[in-house]
């Protein structure tokens, strides 16, 4: 199977989006069981108790509670709107942000952020003039201090799409901002798996588009693969990917390869999958990676193959480097559930 493909099914009955480049699986979503708060979601919330040795505060939402690291300029019991940043673990309150940010396909409306920006990914000068231009009219008319991010995704659209989505998204963002009476109440829903996959798989565009498709293009068998710790990497190299309470645990070996450059190899295997493997996974937090045993003037190129892995990550990832023990650390946002609690 070549090419960029989406696929759109179930997954125990519960709506689900892979999305395999040449035959390879490289994101997933699957909508969670039961009522859980998804990522993205905004709320009207009442500021609760500040926790000053946390730095926060936690605030009232319609059913539990969510924790805001923000307390400068909030008071107890003064209404505002947050927005959903990630999972919600068990027995934790939501985390949430006061900055807000309403996504689409094309566009981001960005409250209290004033200014039209394109992303740096459009090269092309004219074709930046011309989406500057299309920008400025569609705002015209919000809130001075609202503005507009054109996702890379505008790149291979049409105008009156980009138009549109721009509209549509700057009404939703005028009529959530202005809605802040009242007690604590959900205002928008967090993107389910088929609306995640509409917004953030536009760039570069689908070669195509299947429904109904995870048995027949081997996306079952794909996630099933998920569940074992083991990942091969070829020649008989494997790395586990064991997630603790505390940390997820990753150890590379090189198998029966004896050669000199066979930590080497692998280790760079390794590296260069593992962002990949997180994010199906649904890994966060800690990342501890045990890496082959390699000189250490090979780490320097184990590191620029790392940075690059990382990259292009949409989580926010932070690469913390070389402990004195020899591994390596990094940390990973928790911007989704874990596939293990999402198919236990």
Excluded at 75 to 82: A, D, E, I, T, Y
Excluded at 114 to 138: C, F, H, T, W
Excluded at 245 to 273: E, F, M, Q, W, Y
Excluded at 298 to 319: G, M, P
Aim: aromatic share 4%; glycine share 10%; proline share 7%.
């Amino acid at each position: 199977m070549k090419g960029r493909v989406v696929i759109l099914d179930t997954v125990a009955g519960r709506d689900a989006a892979a999305l395999v480049v040449d035959g390879q699986l490289q994101d997933l979503f699957i909508d969670p069981e039961g009522d859980v708060v998804l990522p993205g979601a905004i709320f009207r919330a009442v500021a609760d108790r500040p926790v000053k040795g946390q730095g926060g505060i936690f605030v009232k939402l319609p059913g539990g509670s969510g924790f805001l690291r923000q307390i400068s300029g909030i008071s107890p019991g003064q209404r505002l709107l947050v927005q959903v940043t990630g999972p919600t673990e068990p027995g934790k309150a939501v985390p949430v942000t006061a900055r807000l940010l309403f996504r689409s396909r094309y566009a981001i409306v960005t409250p209290a952020a004033p200014g039209l920006n394109i992303s740096r990914r459009i090269r092309d000068e004219e074709l930046r003039a011309d989406l500057a231009a299309l920008a400025a009219e569609a705002m015209a008319g919000a809130p001075e201090d609202l503005g507009l991010i054109l996702r890379s995704a505008c790149e291979a659209a049409d105008e009156a799409e980009i138009a549109e989505d721009i509209l549509s998204v700057k009404a939703l963002a005028m009529a959530v901002l202005a809605d802040t009476e009242g007690g604590p109440e959900l205002l928008v829903d967090g993107p389910g798996a088929h609306e995640a996959a509409w917004r953030d798989w536009a760039d570069p565009a689908p070669d195509e588009v299947v429904q109904d498709g995870f048995d027949t293009h081997g996306v079952a068998e794909m996630i099933d693969a998920l569940r074992d710790p083991r990942v091969a990497l070829g020649g008989g190299g494997h790395m586990m990917i064991e997630p603790t309470r505390a940390l997820v645990a990753v150890d590379v070996n090189t198998g029966p390869d004896t050669s000199p450059a066979a930590s080497l190899k692998v280790n760079i295997a390794a590296a260069r999958d593992l962002p990949r493997q997180l994010r199906l996974r649904g890994l966060g937090g800690q990342v501890v990676v045990d890496f082959a045993p390699l000189p250490k003037k090979d780490r320097a190129i184990l590191d620029q193959v790392i940075r690059a892995a990382f990259k292009h990550e949409a989580a926010e990832t932070n690469l913390a480097g070389w402990t004195a023990l020899g591994l390596y650390e990094l940390t990973r946002k928790r911007d989704r559930l874990p596939l293990s609690e999402l198919l236990p």
